[in-house]
Structures are given as structure tokens and as C-alpha cells.
């Protein structure tokens, strides 16, 4: 049968093909007789490594935004030689009497005291060997670079930690639970909605919230809080968007927020999430010219030096932190259970 008769029995093979006569059969037996015996086993592929494309490009895992520092500044106090600190509180004190020209009634004077923090003192090693750093160059690795950005990272987490929640046993305490903060209060209740959490507030019921910590914080001034004060807010990451809710009008809330409230700042503490409910926290940073709070430390990183072994190398950094000192606890308020 010729080869364009197979078309007629539904039989279509590719352009150029030809059947396999008796002569052609033979020609192939010869060609292949030809090669030998394979001596080494079959494999048509190559090596997959050869054919892996290695990216050159870093991914960093990303952490947790350390913003403790977005509420009140960081400053130095001491060095890493000092174990207290010690703090000048004055309070005037005195009274009147009714004037008389032999009247002695009638004194004033001042009252002091001495509050201290008590400092914490952190630390962490790295390490990395000749041939660690060797086998880590071939997979283009700075290994001891990276050792080094992982210890500032970790001493810098606890510097956070410290300023958020201050050291158990010891005269420091964090921004979140210094004993002489206010009990915060619980958010209102949703005229509409019924709800407590913003979540499931309109944007009306969240504004009445704020009004209600801006009400805590004047009356907590007594005078000298009014809502032109410099303030910053602090909420969880997870409930800012919140924010953006509109009302009836198309106002978008955080707008309404900066027409009535033209200096107070939000900011984000992803801490503020807490176990008991959402935290926001109300802070007149600063009044008559005096700041409500600082984050106090002695030592943010010391780097005591490399140390050469037979065969590696390893290094020790610590850092020394007051935690918060908050001089004027009753400008902070806070509302629990947003």
C-alpha cells in the first residue's frame, strides 16, 4: 500500500514521512549494528543544577515596626556604669489667710521628692567561622555582615519591648503599664450600631470615642490641656483603618479628626493590640514648655569588640535602658476595647 492510499482510512502522518520497506529496514539495522553496545547507561538529560538560574537579589524576612519611639523621644540619661536614676519633683504648696497688720497666718512653701528607675541592662553574641564565611561566599552571602545586622536588630527589639512594657522585679516600667498611668475606659457604646469595637462602629460612633478621651485628657489637665494642645494618639496597626470610614455626608473620619483636633498626630503601635482588648492611648506630649514623657536610656548598642579564637570569631553588644519615664502621668489617657 502506498503511502497517500493511508489517507483513505483515516491514517494522516507527517509532512516527509515514509513507509518502512524491506530495503529501509535493513539500512536502519545496519546504521544502529554500527554504534555498538552502550557501555555506559542510557540518559538523554543534563545535570539540573546546570539549568537553576540563582537569583541575586536579598529577601529579607521583614519584623514587626518597632514605633514606641513614635510616641515619646529617646533620650540619654547616664552611662552604662549607672544603676539608678534618680529624678526632682517640686510642688508648690501654701495657703492664704485673712489680712491683718499683726497677722503671721497665711505660709507658702514647696514639697519634694525624689523618684528613681532602675536600669536594665541587655545583651547578645555572634559568631562566625573561617570556613563558615568561606562556604557562606559561595552562595554570595556577607555571613558576618549578616550576623552583625541580626544583633542590632535583637538588641533594638528589646530596647522596644522595654519601652512598651518595662522589666518585671525591677523600678522600670513601659509606656503601657507605669502603675501611676490612669485605669483606661471603655470605648462608648455605638448610638446606632450598639457595637463597642470599632470594627463594627459607624464613623460617627468612633468620633464620639475621641471626644470622649479629649473630654478625659482637659478635664485631666485641669486648664492646661485645651484641644489645640500638641497630642499624639496611639492605636493597634490592626484598627487605624478604621479611620477611613465615611459618614452620612461623605466625610471621611480622619479628616473630620484633623479639622477639629488641628495638632493631634495618630500613630501606629502594633503592641497596642493587646490579649484584653485594643488599646488607645491620648498623650498631651507637651505642656508649658515640659514634655509628658521621654524613652530613657544609658546605652542603645556597646559593641565590646571582636575576639579572634583559633579558628572563628565572635563578638558581644549590650545596651542599658531606663524604660519610660512618664513625668506627668496624668496627660496620658487611654481607652480599652476599641
Known amino acids: 500500500m502506498k503511502l497517500d492510499q493511508l489517507k483513505n482510512f483515516g491514517i494522516h502522518l507527517a509532512r516527509g514521512a515514509e513507509l518502512l520497506t524491506p530495503e529501509k529496514r535493513v539500512e536502519l539495522i545496519m546504521a544502529m549494528d554500527a554504534a555498538g553496545p552502550l557501555v555506559t547507561v542510557g540518559n538523554n538529560g543534563i545535570p539540573a543544577m546546570l539549568t537553576n538560574y540563582f537569583e541575586p537579589e536579598t529577601i529579607e524576612i521583614l ?18 556604669t549607672d544603676d539608678t536614676v534618680t529624678f526632682l519633683e517640686v510642688e508648690s504648696v501654701g495657703e492664704t489667710a485673712t489680712y491683718g497688720d499683726y497677722s503671721g497666718n497665711g505660709m507658702s512653701g514647696h514639697n519634694t521628692n525624689f523618684p528613681q528607675r532602675q536600669g536594665y541592662g541587655y545583651q547578645t553574641n555572634t559568631q ?28 533594638r527589639k528589646k530596647e522596644n519591648a522595654i519601652n512598651l512594657f518595662g522589666v518585671s522585679g525591677l523600678q522600670n516600667y513601659g509606656l503601657m503599664n507605669d502603675p501611676s498611668l490612669s485605669t483606661p475606659v471603655a470605648p462608648t457604646v455605638g448610638a446606632t450600631t450598639g457595637a463597642t469595637t470599632w470594627a463594627l462602629k459607624n464613623s460617627d460612633e468612633i468620633y464620639e470615642d475621641f471626644v470622649t478621651l ?46 477639629a483636633y488641628p495638632n493631634m498626630e495618630i500613630e501606629t503601635v502594633p503592641e497596642f493590640a493587646t490579649s484584653g482588648g485594643n488599646l488607645v492611648q491620648m498623650i498631651a506630649t507637651k505642656v508649658e514648655g515640659k514634655v509628658t514623657g521621654q524613652l530613657g536610656f544609658a546605652e542603645r548598642m556597646r559593641a565590646h569588640g571582636v575576639v ?31
Open 308 to 338: 579572634r579564637h583559633a579558628s572563628s570569631f565572635a563578638e558581644k553588644k549590650s545596651g542599658r535602658s531606663w524604660g519610660a519615664i512618664i513625668y506627668r502621668p496624668f496627660l496620658v489617657n487611654a481607652m480599652l476595647g476599641v
Open 214 to 259: 479629649w473630654a478625659n485628657e482637659i478635664a485631666a489637665g485641669n486648664g492646661t490641656v485645651n484641644t489645640k494642645t500638641p497630642c499624639k494618639v496611639g492605636m493597634p496597626n490592626i484598627v487605624e483603618q478604621n479611620l477611613t470610614k465615611q459618614n452620612s455626608f461623605g466625610q471621611v473620619l480622619r479628616d473630620r479628626l484633623k479639622l
Open 63 to 80: 519584623v514587626a515596626p518597632m514605633n514606641s519611639e513614635l510616641l515619646y523621644d529617646a533620650v540619654q540619661k547616664g552611662d552604662w
Open 128 to 155: 562566625w567561622g573561617d570556613r563558615q564565611m568561606d562556604m557562606a561566599a559561595r552562595a554570595r552571602l556577607n555571613y558576618a555582615g549578616n550576623q552583625q545586622a541580626a544583633s542590632a536588630l535583637i538588641l
